[in-house]
């Protein structure tokens, strides 16, 4: 699991500023490359696994529903990302997303194999969508796919982050490490499931 890389990458597309044509076509090939390594890691996908099952357990679902603890586990988790090497403002912005899915936070168990297609689907996604910026005779319509597809790029990547960075961490953040790796995982599912998943 590359945690180095992914902080890299989560970073690099935040710090974006009034990108040139260059740099999105630059940053999309980075993250469609990372992703697509870290749908192949299996190593990955056996953390995601075991952290899915622990959505059942009294002390994860006790921080979900409380706000108060939920508080106290982001105060710690944001000290964690910025270890890991994601830039604080990365990590403030995460932690936001996270916080977004609290509410819904899936009660069901995660399918693997489905995410791992989800998250090649990204890949796939990003990497044509460079090109075509490359080619685009419309370059301003292009541009806004392009911006589209990173920022769900970043909230991919981000969770992945998140779920590595936990990971490590697990021995000394306890059951808050579950509730982080759960959320990195559901901010992974919320932009590669397929939109007819649930029709």
């Not at 992914?6 to 740099?23: G, H, K, M, V, W």
């Not at 002390?59 to 090497?85: H, K, M, N, W």
């Not at 403030?92 to 899936?106: D, G, I, N, P, W």
Request: charged share 30%.
């Amino acid at each position: 699991m590359r945690l180095d890389t992914l902080a890299s990458t989560t970073n690099d597309i935040l710090r974006l500023r009034n990108p040139t044509q260059a740099d999105l076509m630059r940053v999309l090939t980075a993250a469609s490359s990372e992703l697509r390594m870290l749908a192949e890691d299996d190593e990955f996908f056996s953390h995601v696994q075991r952290a899915s099952v622990s959505r059942e357990t009294d002390e994860v679902r006790r921080t979900f529903d409380e706000l108060a603890r939920f508080e106290q586990f982001l105060e710690q988790e944001g000290p964690v990302l910025v270890a890991a090497g994601v830039d604080p403002n990365a990590a403030a912005v995460l932690l936001r997303q996270a916080s977004e899915l609290r509410q819904k936070a899936r009660a069901t168990r995660l399918d693997a194999q489905e995410l791992r297609a989800g998250i090649r689907r990204l890949s796939e996604e990003a990497g044509c969508v460079a090109d075509e910026l490359e080619r685009a005779k419309d370059r301003t319509k292009q541009r806004e796919v392009a911006h589209d597809t990173l920022g769900r790029v970043f909230k991919a990547i981000g969770g992945a982050t998140m779920v590595v960075a936990d990971t490590w961490a697990s021995a000394t953040l306890g059951p808050f490490a579950a509730v982080s790796i759960i959320l990195g995982t559901d901010m992974m599912r919320d932009v590669t499931e397929r939109k007819d998943a649930h029709e």
